[in-house]
């Protein structure tokens, strides 16, 4: 086990979980590595944390740029990872010791371009294992990705972290993949892609990691008109790659995408309800213009609000 594996981590403002993180990646039984901190413009301890492990370990190398976001963090690191073979961790999250050399030791076996697997949601008031985990329904054997795509959003247990995926560097260089930057839910694009692109993706069922889920995290705090914005950006990018792609895409997963159009639409304030409205419309035609990917309710969500209120209420006496 020669190979490298580059380990990025974008970092900001992680002082609370930093160490437990970094403790983790450095305690792999697979030790070759170099694990990439992108200090992403930290107001807080993390820095200092960051340049104690690199002094420690000439494994680890901070990289520092000013804050642009985790998509930012993530592109700035990928441009400087030589390993064959790479693996994204979130700072505030932890892995099993065993996760890089079982994921290795499977892209190897399965000639793999990304290897996914399992993983815990972790409530961070508790340290207990949540009801919200990331596992799967049945055990998918190795497959052209946009197979095993379109096998898990037909079980519903498809998962877009980025963090739940192996990859093969040349497979992220021959495709040029990157993330979108100054958006939210910018996995949901990123990992779509990844899976459609993919000549041949495998699968560890195990449980490899732990999500920590925090309450005031950007995914679960209160909805804004950049979680609105950052929603529309990615449906849309998500249909013009499948377009471009000759329709690749799951109809199943565009409609999630654009039930999350509507759910950040929604969380909006009256004001801001308004000065959205004009955007809502076209997308609205969108969605209608692709016979709502199949989705009855999701076509007369499109349709308008009285419409959709009115199927509520019906589905509430029915149940």
């Given at each position: 086990?020669?190979?490298?594996?580059?380990?990025?981590?974008?970092?900001?403002?992680?002082?609370?979980?930093?160490?437990?993180?970094?403790?983790?990646?450095?305690?792999?039984?697979?030790?070759?590595?170099?694990?990439?901190?992108?200090?992403?413009?930290?107001?807080?301890?993390?820095?200092?944390?960051?340049?104690?492990?690199?002094?420690?370990?000439?494994?680890?190398?901070?990289?520092?740029?000013?804050?642009?976001?985790a998509s930012?963090?993530?592109?700035?690191?990928?441009?400087?990872?030589?390993?064959?073979?790479?693996?994204?961790?979130?700072?505030?999250?932890?892995?099993e010791p065993?996760?890089?050399?079982?994921?290795?030791?499977?892209?190897?076996?399965?000639?793999?371009?990304?290897?996914?697997?399992?993983?815990?949601?972790?409530?961070?008031?508790?340290?207990?294992?949540?009801?919200?985990?990331?596992?799967h329904n049945?055990?998918?054997?190795?497959?052209?990705?946009?197979?095993?795509?379109?096998?898990?959003?037909?079980?519903?247990?498809?998962?877009?972290?980025?963090?739940?995926?192996?990859?093969?560097?040349?497979?992220?260089?021959?495709?040029?993949?990157?993330?979108?930057?100054?958006?939210?839910?910018?996995?949901?694009?990123?990992?779509?892609?990844?899976?459609?692109?993919?000549?041949?993706?495998?699968?560890?069922?195990?449980?490899?990691?732990?999500?920590?889920?925090?309450?005031?995290?950007?995914?679960?705090?209160?909805?804004?008109?950049?979680?609105?914005?950052?929603?529309?950006?990615?449906?849309?990018?998500?249909?013009?790659?499948?377009?471009?792609?000759?329709?690749?895409?799951?109809?199943?997963?565009?409609?999630?995408?654009?039930?999350?159009?509507?759910?950040?639409?929604?969380?909006?304030?009256?004001?801001?309800?308004?000065?959205?409205?004009?955007?809502?419309?076209?997308?609205?035609?969108?969605?209608?213009?692709?016979?709502?990917?199949?989705?009855?309710?999701?076509?007369?969500?499109?349709?308008?609000?009285?419409?959709?209120?009115?199927?509520?209420?019906?589905?509430?006496?029915?149940?």
């Amino acid at each position: 086990m020669s190979e490298l594996i580059s380990v990025i981590i974008p970092v900001y403002n992680a002082e609370k979980y930093l160490d437990d993180c970094l403790k983790g990646v450095l305690a792999q039984t697979y030790q070759t590595l170099e694990v990439l901190l992108v200090d992403d413009g930290s107001t807080d301890g993390s820095g200092a944390i960051c340049d104690s492990f690199a002094r420690k370990d000439p494994r680890v190398r901070v990289l520092r740029k000013e804050n642009g976001g985790a998509s930012s963090a993530r592109n700035a690191g990928l441009r400087e990872a030589t390993g064959e073979y790479l693996y994204f961790l979130d700072s505030d999250d932890t892995v099993e010791p065993t996760i890089l050399e079982k994921l290795y030791r499977d892209a190897r076996a399965n000639d793999s371009e990304l290897v996914f697997f399992d993983a815990y949601a972790v409530d961070e008031e508790t340290g207990e294992v949540s009801g919200k985990n990331y596992g799967h329904n049945e055990r998918y054997t190795p497959d052209e990705g946009k197979a095993v795509m379109a096998k898990m959003v037909a079980n519903r247990d498809f998962h877009m972290g980025v963090w739940q995926l192996f990859y093969k560097k040349s497979f992220l260089d021959r495709t040029g993949l990157s993330f979108v930057e100054g958006v939210i839910y910018e996995d949901f694009l990123f990992t779509c892609q990844a899976y459609c692109l993919a000549n041949r993706v495998s699968y560890v069922p195990e449980y490899l990691y732990s999500r920590r889920y925090r309450a005031n995290s950007v995914m679960t705090s209160k909805k804004t008109m950049k979680n609105f914005l950052s929603a529309e950006t990615v449906y849309y990018g998500v249909r013009d790659f499948s377009e471009q792609n000759g329709n690749v895409v799951p109809p199943a997963y565009l409609a999630r995408g654009a039930y999350n159009v509507f759910t950040n639409a929604e969380a909006l304030s009256g004001p801001e309800k308004k000065e959205i409205a004009e955007r809502l419309k076209e997308f609205r035609r969108d969605v209608l213009a692709h016979d709502g990917y199949g989705d009855p309710a999701l076509r007369m969500r499109c349709h308008g609000k009285a419409l959709w209120a009115a199927r509520r209420a019906i589905q509430k006496l029915t149940d």
